[in-house]
């Protein structure tokens, strides 16, 4: 089961899913990678247990870019200094305050 984290944007910005991509190689083996879908997945170095096919984590932007949603499967729920960093980043890209719903 999956621990499921969303950030809701005011604004729709097309360059956030090539950031957030920039970011998530410097933290996590990218086993997956479709831009035209806006989705990535792969093993956060962070995380210890993952799927079937390798992979501890998901991030799924929404068909206009104005909602993220980060799929974490990790044994004790999100892995908050993964999604930490990919906040970090899209604060000080976007010069906005994000907050984020974990489920």
């Known amino acids: 089961m999956a621990t499921k984290a ?13 950031s957030i991509y920039e970011c998530c190689k410097e933290r996590a083996e990218i086993k997956y990678f479709n831009n ?9 170095v962070y995380g210890a247990r993952k799927s079937r096919d390798g992979i501890n984590f998901q991030i799924v932007f929404s068909e206009n870019n104005s909602t993220m949603d980060v799929y974490d499967y990790a044994k004790r729920g999100m892995d908050r200094r993964f999604v930490d960093a990919l906040l970090d980043m899209i604060s ?12």
């Not at 969303?6 to 899913?17: G, H, P, Q, R």
């Not at 035209?36 to 956060?44: C, P």
């Not at 000080?92 to 489920?103: D, Q």
């Open 6 to 18: 969303s950030v809701i944007f005011t604004e729709a910005n097309d360059n956030l899913f090539s």
């Open 36 to 44: 035209v879908k806006n989705h990535i997945a792969g093993k956060s």
């Open 92 to 103: 000080s890209s976007t010069g906005e305050n994000v907050s984020i719903n974990l489920r």
